[in-house]
Each structure stands twice: as structure tokens, then as C-alpha cells.
């Protein structure tokens, strides 16, 4: 079993991160920060005569990284009680890489993921979080892809995240269970 | 009373931009099409010396065409069980504008605006759209805006929309309404 | 195609049921209102040596009527942001019959079934309504029951219900797809 | 600060109460099992000309015994992804008391109280719980209660709680939180 995280912060060492290394401290993890890339928004070319273009951006070789692991860990800060808008425009994509012949397995191979999420806010986290919950579990149903758990962690200014208790000894458990 | 509509949709014509379409009939609106626009993601610099920087898009050519308005429509596509990338990215900005000297009431203003969100989308929308709902209600009550209210239409191909009734009539009604 | 109603309201004449009426105008359906019945909250017995026992209510009774028929209409008022106590202690008891030997078919009926949801609130349905629509989901998927569609209508003084012009016109929309 | 524990289980022992135990352990608190009690069913008598009529049953006893508590501890299994319908009943009596006489303070005084959810469920409960946790929110804003947090655990069978690090670690915080 091997994992790759996907970050979809925009500031470093954020609560998220931090939290985040937490989870996979003592484990080799392919680490892929969104925003040191250029990823496109997806254009809606599904009815199109000609279908969906290369859009020459960073996409593709983010998700040739992903691909390969088993265990996929989305660590987003709550932005607008969501996942940022770099993370969402990636999984956007999606729906492009779902028609490219270059990816004739992408839904199998992610069927056969399992997938958790890491999402550190500052407004009610536990409560204002779970709509975003819920999406993902749309999204990784959608796929197939098994939603093992969840982290919500509460914080607002850097290293708040050290305060939330609940938080961390979540993610030492999750830390052991993937340690596992 | 002024509308103006936000697209979040990267397909010209696509099924939410003609439900759209039915709730503003006959009415002048600003119509804002993002993906004719570079919005960049945020950069969370609040809590950097420095402060956020300018990003040098588009974002507030277009944050000054909806703030005259008395009432926004946030059109879009569900794509995967929530707003577009494209809108998200652009919402995901006003935690800059809150801090940004040059739009000193920009939270102000927003809590005198009335919001409508209209979505369409292709996977069981008025059940798996729910949890966007709550995004949005979340985002709303932040910044005071009133909900006045959302239209989940069903539509994956082409013109799908013009099946859905019972969206078409709360456009309709919609209509009335902002007419009135 | 025949159809049940199961009224979880303790109001006759509420608005549920006026909006329930119109649902099911000029059909001829099997109407059970619960408030007419003694429904004894479930005994949990999963785990103790004797099994579930009798309750001797009218909640075998009730179940009777209700199996024959495909579609099944539940029209609860919302009481606390979800369905009555009534309705739910109904609900909870199924619990018992999935292990009544008496109904061993019972969860495969129920996989059978189509189930429609009507509830009518006062404070904010359509938004403050939505964690009740989920919660029905789960249950249906977990029935194996498809969950073909609600309706969310305001009301709060007697036939308020008759100014939700978009809750009537899902009302007819519904009417002519049942006797379709 | 003195704490009042309101039990929606039926089963002696459950998951739920076990977990709860945790949660109070060391602490003096008022007990209510709900199943020990009568509590009918509200009829909604808003718009009748007599208004509410008193039910005889052991409903206004146990609310005597919580109005003093400026904790409260709503302890449910989760049955059919939400409250059991003996609390969901208790719940909805709220409505009746609201209109009472005998009780003019009822609202203020809920909303001087804080709140805390725990609930144990069988099936996914981190996932399927969360339109619970939703409802208890707009349950507890109406009031104008603090939700200050909630607690959900994963068993079926007797003491699996045990075996739920996360939810026993969080019962543990929140047990010192509340001897603070």
C-alpha cells in the first residue's frame, strides 16, 4: 500500500499541511502540493463534435503521480465551506480524464483507491464542514472509490491546529492505521 | 432593483445558462461569463507580513460590475456535486476583498444584496446538489446575504433542460418575481 | 400501480395533507394516518436472548395495509427540521420486522417500492428541510426503496400551503406521474 | 455548570450509553432515560381555538427536571440515520411548551444553555450521521441553544463502542472539558 497526498493549499506549513504531516509522519508518501502547479478549469467539451482538447497544463502529470498508489489522502483547508478552488478545478478534470483514451482505466483504477480526506477551518469546522463531507462522499461514490475517514480540524491563525486535540489524535490513528 | 448574473459554466449554452435564461427573461441584467475571464486561485497571505498582493486578473474588474446590483444569481453547472472550479476560485477571492482597503464595505454591501443560485446538473441534483445548497447557505450567512431561494434542474445532454417542469416553472416563477 | 400514504402529521386538515390532496387527486389510494394508531416505540431486542417481541399496537396492522401496494407516499409535517416522532417511531420499528419471522420478505418488498416524500414547514423548508431529505435517502437506500422525489413546501397557519405556487405545481407535476 | 443526561436508547447498556458513561464520568448529573417514561406524542393544537391541551403524561416532569441544568447531553442511538422517535417525541413537545403558561421562560432559558450530541450507530455513522448532527444544529439555533459539540461513535453489538478510539478519546476531552 502506498499514498499520495494531495494538497490543495495555497499557503505553506498551513494547519492543514501540519495536520496533514501528522498523518503520514514515518511514512514515504508522493507529495503533490496544487498549488506549485498550473492546473486549467476544466472546459465542458463532453458534447462537443470534437470532444475534449489537451489543455497543456500540469494535469495529466499530476494525476500520472497519483495514479500508481493505493491510498489517496485529499488534505484541503475549508475555503467558502468547500475544498479550495485549485483542489475542485483538479477534480473537475476529472470528468475530462473520464473520456481520454490516454486513461482507459482511470474509473476502475480509482475504484480500486481508497481515499481519505484532511480539511483543517476556522468557522465551525465539525458543523460548517459537513457539506463538504458530504460532496466528497458523493464524489468518491461517483467513482467507486472507498471514503475510509475523515479528519475536520479546527484552525484559523498558523499553527492553531496544535490546539485542536481531537484533530491530532485522529490523525495519530490514522498515522498507526496506515503505518498498519 | 438590478441583477446581475454570475456564470460559473465553461460550456457556451449549456443547460444551467438556459434555465438561466428563463429566470431572466425580459429583465436587463449584467451577465458575468467567468470562463471569458482569468480568475486566479487565492493566495492566503493573511497571515503573512505583508499582506495579500495584487493578483493582476480579472477578479476586480468583475467584482466592480456585480457590487451596483441588488441581486445576485450564482448560475452553475453541478460539477461534481458542487459549484464549478471556476466559480469556486472566484468566491475563494473574497477572502481577499474582505481584507482589501480598496473595498472597505465590501461585507456591508454584500449583506444588503439578495442571492438566488441556480444549478443544473446531471446525477440526481435535487438529492446529491443538496450538500452545494449548504455551501452556499454557509457562504450566504457569512456575509449576510439573504437565500432567497435555489432552482435544481436535472440536465446532461444538450437542451436536457427544456424536460425538466418543474424547474422550468420555478424559473418562471422566479421570473415573476424578480419582475415584480 | 397502487399507492399508500403514510401521514405522520397530528393535525387534521394540515397542510401537509392539503398538499398531500392534490398529490393524489382523483387517485384511488390507501390512506393511513398514523395519529389514529397506537405506534409503541421499538424495544431494541436485537441483542438479548429472547429476540424482539410482540408489542401487541397497531403497528403490524399498519404494516399490512401498506405492503400490497408499489408507491409509497410519506407526508410528514416537519416538525424540528425532520419528520414527526410518530412517523419516525413508525420507521424505527422496522428495525423489528427486518427480523420478524413473520415478514421474511420484508426488506425485498420494500426493495420493490418506490417512495416519494411530501413535508411541508414554516421555518425555511427548502433549506432548513434538506438534512430531512438525506436522512429519508438513507433510509431508502438502505431499504433498497428508490427514492423517486419530494416535495418541500412552506406553510405554517392553516392553508398557507395554498400560496406555495412551486410546492402546487410539483403537487400536479406528481399527480399526473402517478396516473400516468 | 451541572449537567443533565437525556437518554433516547431503548436497549439498557447500549453503545450509546456506554459511551456516554465516559463522557460523565466523575461528574454528578441528572439521568433521564426516556424509555422509563411516557411521552406522547405532540398534537399540534397551534391553531385550534383552545389551544394545547395538557397530556397527562410524564413529559412536563422530565422537562422540571432538565430546566435547571445549564448542560445538556443528548444521548441517542442513531436509528434510521437520526434520533430515536421516544427523544424525536420528547423533541417535539418543545413546540407545546413553547406556548405554555406554565413555562414562559422556556426559550430563554433553552437558549442559555450549552449542548453536546452523542450518537452511536452501526452503519457509517461519520457519514450517515451528519443529518443529524445538521438537524440538531437547526434544532438547537432555533432555540437559540450553543451546539458545542457532538460525538459519533461506531457499534452494533454490545460494547462495540469499545473498540472506537476516536470516540472514546473524544468522550475522555470532553469529560475533562466538562470537570473544568
Known amino acids: 500500500m502506498t499514498i499520495a497526498v494531495i494538497y490543495g493549499g495555497t499557503r505553506q506549513n498551513g494547519n492543514t499541511e501540519l495536520l496533514t504531516e501528522q498523518v503520514v509522519q514515518g511514512i514515504v508518501t508522493e507529495k503533490i502540493y496544487l498549488r506549485d502547479h498550473t ?16 489543455r497543456n497544463d500540469d494535469y495529466n502529470s499530476i494525476l500520472d503521480r497519483i495514479m500508481p498508489h493505493n491510498i489517496l489522502l485529499f488534505a484541503t483547508p475549508i475555503y467558502w465551506y468547500s475544498m479550495s478552488g485549485t483542489m475542485k478545478n483538479f477534480i473537475d478534470r476529472w470528468s475530462q480524464t473520464l ?6 482505466d482511470f474509473k476502475n483504477k480509482m475504484a480500486s483507491k481508497k481515499a481519505f480526506v ?19 462522499k458523493h464524489i468518491f461514490d461517483f467513482m467507486g472509490t472507498d471514503f475510509e ?12 491546529i496544535f490546539q485542536d486535540k ?10 498507526n492505521n496506515l503505518k498498519g
Open 166 to 175: 481531537e484533530a491530532l489524535f485522529a490523525a495519530s490513528q490514522l498515522n
Open 118 to 136: 484532511i480539511a483543517v477551518g476556522g468557522d465551525d469546522p465539525t458543523i460548517k464542514g459537513l457539506p463538504m463531507i458530504q460532496q466528497f
Open 39 to 54: 492546473i486549467l478549469p476544466i472546459e465542458d467539451m463532453r458534447h462537443s463534435q470534437d470532444g475534449f482538447q489537451e
Open 99 to 104: 473520456r481520454d483514451p490516454k486513461y482507459p
Open 149 to 160: 475517514g475523515y479528519i475536520l480540524g479546527k484552525g484559523n491563525k498558523p499553527e492553531d
